[in-house]
């Protein structure tokens, strides 16, 4: 079946720092693949998406692109803040009516 | 306001009892779930839900039931509380049911069995 696979969390960075959050992924068919965001005490968001080989997803100063040939979807972002310390959750989606399957989440704390 | 508002944000109850999760969602989405999220775990899905009167079991959905009588409303039952349903509890819905449309999370029910 499907699966997703994050690096394990806490990840503590200090502010400006460069963050990498590794994502790969196993699929049946051709997945989109998304990244959610979970601030304190708040529902998932969606961060970026990207919907076939070789897209970049991109905002709020966050990267990940679709590596069809490593089955991966890493999230970057080259200079974090204090605001986004958050719980960041991969997830693929197959097409045929599949449901969303989400990685275990990595919680990032970014500090002063 | 428009999206998707789950109730209670908090809930605590003992082993044994019913207890019943809402999920009200205003945009009319078709498709509507119900994730828990526990640590080691991420999110995991117990229901979904492709339209009213319409529901199929998803990862994991012993010892839970779903119903949807209407469009906007897919209610969470669990029909005699266990310890290890402690959990944080998600809502999401969703416009159709394709590979790149995202889904839409509520802000989650803290449920405490005690």
């Known amino acids: 079946g499907d699966s997703v696979t994050q690096m394990e969390g806490p990840v503590t960075l200090s502010e400006e720092a460069f963050l990498t959050i590794n994502c790969t992924y196993t699929?049946?068919?051709?997945?989109?693949l998304f990244w959610y965001v979970q601030y304190p005490g708040e529902g998932l968001q969606l961060l970026l998406k990207?919907?076939?080989?070789?897209d970049k997803g991109s905002n709020k100063g966050f990267e990940a692109t679709y590596r069809k040939e490593t089955t991966s979807f890493h999230l970057e972002k080259g200079s974090v803040q204090v605001s986004d310390s958050a719980v960041y959750f991969c997830?693929?989606?197959?097409?045929?009516?599949?449901?969303?399957?989400f990685g275990t989440g990595t919680q990032l704390k970014v500090e002063l | 306001d428009a999206g998707i508002t789950q109730s209670p944000r908090y809930k605590i109850t003992e082993t044994g009892r019913q207890v019943t999760l809402m999920c009200h969602q205003t945009?009319?989405?078709?498709?509507m779930f119900w994730y828990r999220q526990d640590l080691g775990h991420g999110l995991r899905l117990i229901y979904y839900?492709?339209?009213?009167?319409?529901?199929d079991k998803g990862e994991v959905p012993d010892g839970y039931v779903v119903s949807r009588s209407k469009t906007e409303n897919f209610p969470l039952t669990l029909e005699s509380a266990t310890r290890s349903q402690t959990s944080v509890y998600f809502c999401?819905?969703?416009?159709?049911?394709?590979?790149?449309?995202?889904?839409?999370f509520g802000q989650g029910t803290r449920l405490t069995v005690v």
């Open positions: 945009w009319s989405h078709s498709y």
């Open positions: 999401a819905s969703s416009a159709f049911m394709v590979r790149e449309v995202e889904a839409f």
């Open positions: 990207a919907t076939k080989a070789d």
């Open positions: 839900s492709a339209a009213a009167d319409i529901t």
């Open positions: 699929a049946t068919g051709y997945p989109s």
């Open positions: 997830a693929l989606r197959t097409g045929g009516g599949n449901k969303l399957t």
